[in-house]
């Protein structure tokens, strides 16, 4: 059975700081990937994706970047954190090559002071 | 503009009522998802729903691509339903291999006894 974690669970960081989140997929080879933010009281959207080890596309400008250094990890990333990044972050996984459910992990909540 | 439109944004039901959770959207469609959304913000996947109707105990899931519209039926609910219901299109035509979700903005529903 596939698993997807999330770390951290929380994270209360200050406005400038450096940021790293992350994500692994376990129990399935060469998924696509993706990350998913949504601020206080706001709709879920799509930040990344990536359908390959090495390769990510960004797909909102937030000041964020994010890596895919292994086929099961997914990094997202900043080195100066802004107050707007306050929010939720989800990593999904999904089959590659079609469309396909996506599973989602169980979140990082951030909030930026 | 908005890719789908949630409605309704907030629904009251006694215990025991029937409630109807509508999705509309724009584009065409290659894959519409229904999640449960918990108060901590992680999501519990409900349906995975490309078309057609499908029922897991008292949720029933109906995707009519022609109409442009997906709903989530909740038969007999009980005070523990209450919370926010999500739904999710991946919209036809992506490129570059993302299976990008976009979702709605969900319906806060109360079950109240």
């Known amino acids: 059975a596939q698993t997807i974690h999330q770390w951290p669970v929380a994270e209360i960081k200050a406005v400038g700081s450096p940021l790293s989140l992350g994500c692994t997929i376990k129990?399935?080879?060469?998924?696509?990937l993706y990350w998913y933010w949504q601020a206080t009281g706001g709709t879920l959207q799509q930040l990344f994706y990536?359908?390959?080890?090495?390769?990510v596309e960004s797909v909102v400008q937030l000041n964020l970047s994010a890596s895919r250094p292994k086929d099961d990890q997914f990094i997202l990333s900043t080195e100066k954190l802004l107050l707007s990044h306050s929010g939720f972050y989800l990593c999904a996984w999904s089959l590659t090559g079609g469309s396909y459910e996506q599973y989602f992990g169980p979140g990082t909540r951030l909030t930026v002071l | 503009g908005q890719q789908v439109q949630q409605s309704p944004a907030s629904l009251v039901l006694q215990e025991g009522e029937n409630a109807e959770l509508q999705c509309n959207f724009s584009?065409?469609?290659?894959?519409m998802q229904w999640f449960y959304q918990r108060p901590g913000g992680s999501l519990v996947s409900l349906f995975y729903n490309p078309s057609g109707t499908k029922q897991s105990g008292r949720l029933t899931s109906t995707t009519v691509i022609k109409e442009r519209r997906s709903s989530l039926h909740i038969s007999s609910s009980q005070t523990t339903d209450s919370g926010t219901y999500l739904c999710?299109?991946?919209?036809?035509?992506?490129?570059?291999?993302?299976?990008?979700?976009?979702f709605g903005q969900g319906t806060v529903l109360s079950v109240i006894p």
């Open positions: 129990g399935k080879s060469s998924p696509n």
């Open positions: 584009t065409s469609l290659n894959s």
């Open positions: 990536s359908i390959t080890v090495g390769q």
């Open positions: 999710a299109m991946e919209r036809k035509g992506r490129t570059g291999g993302n299976n990008k979700l976009t």
